[in-house]
């Protein structure tokens, strides 16, 4: 494919986990061509070429601190970030610049999130807490679940990472949580209980349990149990490598060109119902 019929991204935390996977599997695809990389100012690899770092050889792009630097030319920029003061940053200078913007974040209070859906109002962005594409199947199954088993059936969520994960529960067990709270009619944080201890009385009927485990290294695991009289349902989901996220935000990225502004998610780029 002719270089300039690519889609341009720009990696943030490009040297990351995740970072030097998304460099690499961009590489392998004919679509795609890696047209920046950001990291934090400070970090170890600032200034080195981030096709070595990601083990892949030179691709002639240079990690850099400068965000605002690397978006002339790009297309859209994928990030992966649990800060939100970086994810806000992030929508604002590709809102000024006319850039897509592929964002991967958890833990956005209700009025971050609010703040970020107004600095990214002007460009298309698919935000997700999770981007694989069996996680999106999922969410939209557990709603289907949800509804079709009803409330006599007790919903439980247990979700398992490794330990450097550091928030709990993961955004990926909240959105199964809210999906099955969606499918009845209520609020998640009316129903919800993270974890239990002690003498904790009966299990209520309209309540959701979320439970985390994080141990080793575990690249991410998901259970959604229904509990009925005399039988259970369970749907689950493991991810046995990060590639899965990766390929799922280079799928959006490559999906979210020339969309009209608005933030969508992983069941948009899917066309799920």
């Known amino acids: ?25 961009a590489r392998e695809d004919a679509a795609l061509q890696v047209a920046g990389a950001v990291e ?21 792009v240079t990690i850099t601190s400068d965000l605002a630097a690397a978006l002339p030319g790009a297309n859209v920029v994928i990030a992966f970030v649990n800060e939100p003061a970086a994810s806000m940053e992030q929508a604002q200078l590709c809102a000024r610049a006319g850039i897509a913007l592929v964002v991967g974040t958890t833990g956005l209070s209700a009025d971050q999130e609010k703040d970020f859906r107004r600095e990214a109002a002007a460009i298309p962005v698919v935000k997700a807490s999770n981007f694989s594409v069996g996680v999106a199947v999922l969410v939209h199954l557990i709603e289907e679940a949800a509804a079709l088993l009803g409330p006599s059936f007790d919903c439980e969520i247990i979700e398992a990472h490794h330990t450097r994960k550091k928030d709990a529960p993961s955004g990926t067990a909240l959105s199964l949580a809210q999906a099955a709270a969606r499918a009845r009619g209520w609020k998640l944080d009316e129903v919800a209980r993270h974890g239990r201890e002690g003498i904790v009385g009966e299990r209520p009927a309209k309540e959701i349990g979320l439970h985390a485990v994080r141990a ?5 695991q998901h259970t959604v149990l229904f509990g009925g009289t005399g039988e ?42």
């Open 232 to 273: 259970t349902v369970e749907l689950v989901h493991r991810a046995q490598s990060r590639d899965t996220f990766a390929m799922g935000a280079l799928r959006a990225a490559k999906w979210v060109i020339g969309r009209p502004p608005g933030v969508y998610d992983m069941r948009d780029v899917l066309d799920l119902p």
């Open 40 to 60: 934090h100012a400070g970090h170890a690899t600032l200034g080195e070429d981030v096709g070595v770092v990601a083990g892949v050889g030179s691709l002639g």
């Open 1 to 25: 494919m002719n270089g300039a019929k690519r889609t341009r991204i720009v990696i943030c935390g490009a040297a990351g986990r995740m970072g030097r996977r998304l460099v690499a599997l």
């Open 216 to 220: 080793g290294d575990i690249v991410g």
